[in-house]
């Protein structure tokens, strides 16, 4: 089972360059989001997507944009990269049907910006 | 201020040691409450999940929630070196997808 796969898995961006990291899940999910990871910071959530067709903005939106292509991929794109994005990014993907429904998440994608 | 606070640690426990991590919130329309375990280099997984005040026991760990004061604790018994990892606290408002984390606390278990 694929569950949730993000590519790239390691990126290395310059200053003002542009990417899109990819997202799909194979477990016919309506919701999906993506986050970053830095120490100390914990997971915090950049945009989300509740169902096909729908994104919100999460807590730390800017400088990020968001495809829900279908319901099956979510991308993230980074139009000017910027040394502050140098992060660990995750996808993941639940259900929808209910707040209380488990998360799976990719194994992350590696993005340093020089 | 963050809606989910956690202390990032490290903690650090000798084997066998009973561990207590703990998280704070400022919404009160946050009703799901998750424990997520994320070892390192890996995506979070899933420990444990409540809905609303009480507690729930799964083997060596327990969650519990206490909505009054907005304050929710995972406790390990009997700590191996396998619990090695770090801990998310999430959250989830009622009838909503949005699903926030806390800084995740580190937890160190040594033979």
Same mark, same amino acid.
């Given at each position: 089972?694929?569950?949730?796969?993000?590519?790239?898995? /390691?990126?290395?961006?310059?200053?003002?360059?542009?990417?899109?990291?990819?997202?799909?899940?194979?477990?016919?999910?309506?919701?999906?989001?993506?986050?970053?990871?830095?120490?100390?910071?914990?997971?915090?959530?950049?945009?989300?997507?509740?169902?096909?067709?729908?994104?919100?903005?999460?807590?730390?939106? +800017?400088?990020?944009?968001?495809?829900?292509? +279908?319901?099956?991929?979510?991308?993230?794109?980074?139009?000017?990269?910027?040394?502050?994005?140098?992060?660990?990014? /995750?996808?993941?993907?639940?259900?929808?049907?209910?707040?209380?429904?488990?998360? /799976? /998440?990719?194994?992350?994608?590696?993005?340093?910006?020089? | 201020?963050?809606?989910?606070?956690?202390?990032?640690?490290?903690?650090?426990?000798?084997?066998?040691?009973?561990?207590?991590?703990?998280?704070?919130?400022?919404?009160?329309?946050?009703?799901?409450?998750?424990?997520?375990?994320?070892?390192?280099?890996?995506?979070?997984?899933?420990?444990?999940?409540?809905?609303?005040?009480?507690?729930?026991?799964?083997?060596?760990?327990?969650?519990?929630?206490?909505?009054?004061?907005?304050? &929710?604790?995972?406790? &390990?018994?009997?700590?191996?070196?396998?619990?090695?990892?770090?801990?998310?606290?999430?959250?989830?408002?009622?009838?909503?997808?949005?699903? &926030?984390?806390?800084?995740?606390?580190?937890?160190?278990?040594?033979?």
């Amino acid at each position: 089972n694929a569950g949730v796969t993000q590519t790239p898995k /390691f990126q290395v961006l310059k200053t003002g360059q542009s990417m899109t990291l990819q997202c799909a899940q194979d477990m016919n999910h309506n919701s999906m989001y993506w986050y970053r990871q830095d120490p100390g910071m914990g997971l915090r959530l950049i945009y989300y997507s509740a169902s096909e067709g729908t994104t919100d903005k999460g807590e730390v939106p +800017n400088g990020y944009n968001v495809s829900r292509l +279908n319901k099956r991929e979510f991308s993230l794109r980074l139009e000017s990269a910027a040394p502050s994005q140098t992060s660990v990014y /995750f996808c993941a993907s639940r259900t929808g049907t209910g707040a209380n429904t488990e998360a /799976f /998440f990719g194994q992350g994608t590696r993005l340093t910006v020089v | 201020q963050k809606e989910v606070e956690q202390d990032p640690g490290p903690l650090s426990v000798p084997e066998g040691a009973i561990v207590s991590l703990n998280c704070t919130y400022s919404n009160s329309a946050f009703q799901y409450f998750m424990w997520y375990r994320q070892y390192s280099r890996k995506g979070p997984e899933l420990l444990m999940y409540t809905y609303s005040s009480g507690n729930k026991e799964d083997g060596r760990f327990t969650a519990q929630v206490d909505k009054s004061s907005k304050y &929710i604790s995972l406790f &390990i018994r009997d700590s191996q070196p396998s619990d090695s990892a770090t801990y998310l606290c999430a959250m989830s408002p009622g009838g909503y997808n949005k699903l &926030i984390f806390g800084a995740g606390t580190r937890l160190a278990v040594h033979p």
